[in-house]
């Protein structure tokens, strides 16, 4: 598939994306949230159709998706580790752990393994702050993680 | 009679292994060629016992927890199908100490009932309220709000009931009711148990809304964050319309509600009304200018109800037992019931439900047995990033609104996040102004470059960098932002700032010449 097929195949499964939603109230974040699962991320090609169904400019599309921390530009990797961040986590030693992560997969925060099969993200809050430190590893949630129980997902996920 | 098995379905529990404990089960119940059913409830809310599983017995549910999957053949051992002994036995759970002083009335049922069973549902006094606000005029039912005094449970206070009157008074041919579930606070878990553990009660708690204010339609927003608490609440809100719970004659009454969940996409800043209703709408979570008020133009430029998850959810019980009966707990003018979370550097972990009232030390120490690390308490954190750090020495503080405002903090959404001697209030500062600037929706300067702005003049002051000089700069930068924000994001980050400051000195004196010696 080049890259003209690609784009004129994500411009066909959008519009298709929108006419769906159409009768929802308020329907641009449902769609958005559809697109992002459908290609792992909101690629520009999908920005004019949006519009073209919403009857937005490009600009008013673009707003929203940069707006919002989940909207990503290109997919991530594989497995996606959100990491919390937040009080309850960092109380309990989660600035260690992602210190920990981070040296482990020698990557930054939104950034990927050369690989492709880890992106690391922040995450504020989880709603696990009585069984904190915790994570999310794709769909699944971890809690109470120390260094050798996050070993163990990290190490599960680069298998 | 076939053996009961409860494993809990919450987060919590999934995320310390209930899954992989149910599955044991299984696979042991076969093995041992045995029957039983296994339900999965709602959390009880003890959660450094999760997976705390419970089993029906003749003289009621007896709990063990927490369980790893490598205990579950010992417990079949030891038989605790019929309640058996062994070491992680925890007795009737209605007894143990943790439960046993509570008072249940939002989360009545949650960790009790299979959250998708609208028979358990009734069983446990379910929709009774909703039976009674169907034949109520929808001004009573505001005053029975009104009258309970139960103010919203979001972290303003503001008394439920007079915002409902606004909206039943205001003119409109469509009328919202949205619930605030954008739960974001770190140390807060509530809304998201009541969605998994108990998801009728949320939906009862909003038709009675629309009933009382003539929205027929109602919006829960909550976070990508709570994939499971979504997928629970959408397919609770099928059940309750095929029921005629929900839908065009509610429980067979005059009255339309219908309502459906929608799913944020991880901006912290979309927990403030306004700034959610930008984010139903579709556009950008940007915080509007208040006048006017939601209750007056909301959703779509229509009267709207936005109450929290938990005001919602006390509303049925109020409808059922009566304005008086709620409004006799609590103190002063914090009526009802508050469930507090407990959270962070804590033993007893969890979500105690009680009367407003208790002190944050009884709090603490008595039901959360003091730090998990088993070091001292330092400080804590009260209402999420927003909320100040109170130290020991304020650890009389009545946990009202009142008691809390008085004290320069806030209650917040009731979170409570404990740290031992260990933490650095310099880098919990810096992380409040870090947090801000992260999740600034920019719309206003004193939060889009004041966080920003913040953050570095902690940096100079952790680098030990003309620190008078800095904290006096800290200083008017935080009373300008609380001053000067639109709303509560750039408004109060400065509290947990300025409280770290006022409260721990000793951790912004970062001497260089000391550090150099060291």
Redesign the interface.
């Known amino acids: 598939m080049d890259l003209q097929d690609s784009a004129q195949d994500i411009t066909e499964r959008t519009a298709e994306i929108v006419s769906r939603n159409a009768q929802l109230e308020g329907p641009l974040l449902p769609i958005l949230h559809d697109v992002h699962h459908a290609f792992g991320c909101v690629p520009d090609a999908a920005i004019q159709p949006i519009a073209d169904g919403l009857n937005l400019s490009r600009a008013e599309v673009h707003g929203v998706v940069s707006f919002y921390h989940d909207f990503r530009k290109s997919p991530a990797g594989r497995h996606t580790l959100k990491l919390c961040r937040a009080e309850a986590c960092q109380s309990v030693g989660g600035d260690r752990l992602a210190e920990d992560v981070m040296q482990a997969l020698g990557i930054n925060w939104h950034e990927t393994t050369p690989d492709g099969r880890i992106t690391l993200e922040p995450v504020y809050c989880l709603g696990l702050c009585s069984c904190a430190p915790a994570a999310m590893m794709d769909d699944t949630l971890h809690g109470r993680l120390d260094a050798a129980s996050v070993k163990d997902i990290v190490a599960e996920a680069s298998r | 009679m076939t053996p009961t098995i409860f494993v809990p379905c919450d987060?919590?529990a999934?995320?310390?292994g209930a899954d992989k404990v149910a599955a044991a089960i299984t696979a042991e119940l076969s093995a041992r060629g045995l029957n039983a059913t296994i339900v999965r409830n709602g959390s009880r809310g003890l959660?450094?016992l999760?997976p705390l599983i419970e089993v029906r017995t003749d003289h009621g549910r007896i709990a063990y927890g927490p369980v790893r999957p490598a205990d579950v053949p010992g417990l079949f051992d030891a038989g605790f199908l019929s309640g058996g002994d062994h070491p992680l036995r925890h007795g009737r759970t209605k007894d143990m100490p943790f439960l046993k002083g509570q008072t249940r009335l939002t989360f009545a049922r949650c960790g009790v009932t299979d959250p998708l069973s609208l028979e358990d549902y009734r069983h446990y006094q379910g929709l009774k309220g909703l039976e009674k606000a169907v034949t109520m005029p929808p001004a009573d039912i505001v005053r029975e709000v009104t009258d309970s005094g139960l103010r919203g449970r979001g972290g303003a206070g503001f008394p439920t009931g007079i915002k409902w009157n606004t909206v039943l008074g205001a003119p409109g041919a469509q009328k919202y009711i949205v619930c605030n579930a954008d739960?974001?606070?770190?140390?807060?878990?509530a809304d998201?148990m009541i969605m998994e553990g108990d998801p009728f009660v949320l939906i009862e708690g909003m038709a009675i809304a629309g009933i009382a204010t003539g929205a027929t339609?109602g919006y829960i927003y909550t976070r990508?964050?709570?994939?499971?608490a979504v997928a629970i609440m959408r397919r609770a809100i099928e059940i309750a319309r095929r029921a005629g719970i929900l839908g065009p004659s509610v429980l067979g009454s005059a009255h339309a509600f219908d309502m459906e969940v929608?799913?944020?996409?991880?901006?912290?800043v979309c927990g403030e009304e306004t700034s959610l209703l930008n984010?139903?709408?579709?556009?950008?979570?940007?915080v509007r200018a208040k006048p006017p008020l939601p209750a007056l133009e909301g959703l779509?430029g229509c009267p709207t109800v936005v109450n929290n998850v938990m005001s919602l959810a006390s509303v049925p019980v109020i409808l059922d037992r009566g304005a008086a009966f709620y409004r006799d707990f609590g103190v002063g003018r914090s009526h009802g019931t508050i469930p507090i979370?407990?959270?962070?550097?804590?033993k007893h972990?969890?979500?105690y439900e009680t009367a407003f009232g208790l002190t944050l030390g009884e709090l603490i120490h008595d039901i959360g047995g003091g730090t998990?690390?088993g070091r001292p308490v330092k400080a804590v954190?009260v209402g999420g990033?927003l909320g100040a750090y109170f130290p020991p020495a304020l650890f009389d503080t009545v946990f009202d609104y009142e008691a809390f405002a008085a004290r320069g903090g806030l209650i917040g959404h009731a979170?409570i996040?404990?740290?031992?001697d260990t933490?650095d209030m310099l880098k919990?500062a810096r992380?409040a102004m870090e947090?801000c600037a992260?999740?600034s929706?920019g719309k206003c300067t004193p939060c889009r470059i004041g966080a920003v702005r913040g953050t570095e003049v902690l940096d100079k002051i952790a680098k030990g960098e003309s620190p008078e000089a800095n904290i006096a700069l800290l200083e008017d930068l935080c009373n300008t932002m609380k001053l000067g924000s639109l709303c509560a994001l750039g408004g109060f980050a400065p509290y947990p700032v300025e409280s770290a400051l006022t409260h721990f000195p000793d951790d912004f004196d970062k001497n260089p010449f000391l550090q150099a010696a060291e």
Request: proline letters at 3%.
């Open positions: 987060a919590a999934l995320a310390v959660h450094w999760e739960e974001g606070d770190s140390g807060t878990f998201r339609k990508s964050e709570y994939p499971h929608r799913v944020g996409a991880g901006a912290y984010s139903l709408e579709g556009k950008r979570g940007v779509f979370q407990l959270a962070g550097n804590i972990g969890g979500l998990a690390s954190q990033p979170g996040v404990v740290f031992d933490a919990q992380f947090f992260v999740e929706c």
